[in-house]
């Protein structure tokens, strides 16, 4: 099974998708659009893309990427995050990293290195390999990716402002492998319309139920201003009875926009 990740080879999602990918092919895409819409295309078995952080939130190019693209989310992974300074050495005036990256290490870098030059890119990986190109230049990446040839110092570990760090990723395969039984679903909704009380009439049909909601978060819709999607998670299957009672209302709340099952998954925790 051929999965497809953010690259390069090293970062956080290669090492999620290792998970997924249990020993066979990993490729890697650039951006977390490229990646869904190659598993929406049918060009990959599976894609891992990160989903929210414990101290950045969200990963707003993926919600993004979900709500356009029609594609199944088949597992969760939750992964620590360890981030570590790495350099060819101690002289150095710019660090490189993933926006995510740079801003969960922002009180660290703020004491340590007030007057570095701070450069977002890619990926931590991409960073990482800056760093060993350009010895003014240090990465932020795990402690492990020191390892590669050349090797770098690591010259700070755990730099993290939280020390629960940790990220979700979702896997994703084509929309025919979408399922209906896990112990957390995900939707998408995009009511197209506003009018005062809209939210809370789309959050009552799982209240009503029981159904505890993990997590709710609107995106702008791209159609005009002030037009929302909302990406909701819930720990429910989409096989259960209740479930299905409480889309059913969504979808006629909806009956102007959609409502997309992403579908439903089990958790699965990876400590590296």
Not at 73 to 86: G, K
Not at 92 to 98: L, P, V
Request: charge should be negative.
């Amino acid at each position: 099974m051929v999965a497809v990740t953010l690259g390069p080879e090293g970062t956080y999602s290669h090492r999620a998708a290792t998970a997924v990918a249990d020993g066979d092919e990993i490729d890697f895409r650039q951006s977390v659009t490229a990646i869904v819409d190659a598993v929406a295309g049918g060009e990959y078995d599976r894609g891992v893309i990160p989903i929210e952080n414990s101290i950045e939130g969200s990963v707003t190019e993926s919600l993004d990427a979900l709500a356009e693209y029609d594609v199944a989310v088949v597992r969760e992974i939750v992964t620590p995050i360890r981030h570590a300074l790495l350099a060819q050495g101690p002289e150095f005036d710019t660090i490189a990293s993933h926006s995510q990256a740079l801003a969960q290490c922002r009180t660290y870098l703020e004491r340590e290195y007030p007057d570095a030059t701070l450069e977002a890119v890619a990926s931590t990986a991409q960073g990482v390999e800056f760093a060993r190109d350009d010895p003014s230049v240090a990465g932020i990446g795990h402690p492990a990716n020191a390892d590669d040839e050349p090797a770098l110092e690591v010259l700070a570990e755990d730099i993290q402002d939280q020390d629960s760090n940790a990220t979700r990723f979702f896997a994703l395969a084509p929309a025919e492998e979408r399922s209906k039984g896990g112990g957390k679903s995900s939707l998408v909704v995009y009511p197209n319309a506003n009018y005062p009380g809209l939210l809370l009439e789309l959050l009552e049909p799982f209240a009503d139920r029981d159904i505890n909601l993990t997590r709710v978060e609107s995106r702008p819709s791209g159609q005009r201003l002030g037009d929302y999607v909302f990406h909701v998670d819930f720990e429910a299957g989409l096989y259960e009875a209740r479930t299905k009672e409480a889309i059913e209302e969504l979808e006629e709340l909806a009956d102007n926009g959609w409502v997309r099952r992403l579908g439903s998954y089990d958790t699965e925790h990876v400590v590296e």
